[in-house]
């Protein structure tokens, strides 16, 4: 079957309802491609840059830009809650994704800002729990190969069945913690950021030059 790749499309996500441009690679049906080097150089970039400093200046911008927003941020999880959640789903949450959640678990239930691209930050044990409800489908309802990937954890969702996961073992590209847009209507798998940090540091360059104003809380 035609394997149709569109690498480094232009197109645009949203963030406090500011639109962004950001570099996507478009995978068609059937998404089985393997992609090397995709934006390696951003990737040996972001290497270089703790998470931490990265989270740090996310959290200064949120609370000084969308400060409502950034009230209904859920509370930190504690390691020992992290270690529970990797006993009871049975994987290795890596490093970068837990300083996230160790930072934020998420937004609250009833609030529906975006955190980004439409979609909202989603606690952890939600987007674990709903990985592992879409698991059980491959093979059944998801007969196309990588619709849904077992090594995924959706945690962007928009409400409406779509998501951004995080990719634990690098499926198209072999890029481990990488960033892949899920549609449940659409079989596009876009690789929107080759890693947690390289997706931060897209965010915080855009609010590096918008101001209080340009949101729309």
Wanted: proline share 5%; hydrophobic share 35%.
């Amino acid at each position: 079957m035609t394997d149709e790749r569109n690498t480094g499309a232009n197109s645009t996500f949203a963030i406090g309802g500011v639109l962004c441009s950001a570099n996507t690679f478009v995978l068609k049906s059937p998404p089985i491609a393997n992609l090397q080097n995709v934006s390696s150089n951003a990737t040996t970039e972001t290497q270089t840059k703790q998470m931490d400093e990265i989270i740090h200046k996310l959290d200064k911008y949120l609370s000084t830009l969308r400060p409502e927003y950034y009230s209904e941020l859920n509370e930190p999880l504690k390691d020992s809650q992290l270690d529970k959640l990797e006993e009871y789903y049975k994987i290795e949450i890596p490093k970068d994704l837990r300083t996230l959640y160790k930072w934020k678990n998420g937004q609250k239930p009833k609030c529906y800002e975006a955190f980004v691209n439409n979609s909202c930050f989603i606690p952890l044990h939600q987007a674990l729990y709903d990985a592992s409800e879409l698991t059980p489908m491959i093979g059944f309802d998801f007969e196309i190969e990588n619709w849904w990937n077992e090594n995924w954890i959706p945690i962007f969702q928009n409400g409406g069945g779509d998501s951004i996961c995080f990719d634990l073992k690098g499926i198209f590209t072999e890029q481990k913690g990488q960033l892949v847009e899920f549609w449940h209507a659409d079989n596009d798998r876009n690789v929107i950021a080759p890693t947690l940090e390289a997706f931060f540091e897209k965010i915080i360059d855009i609010y590096e030059t918008k101001q209080k104003e340009d949101f729309d809380e």
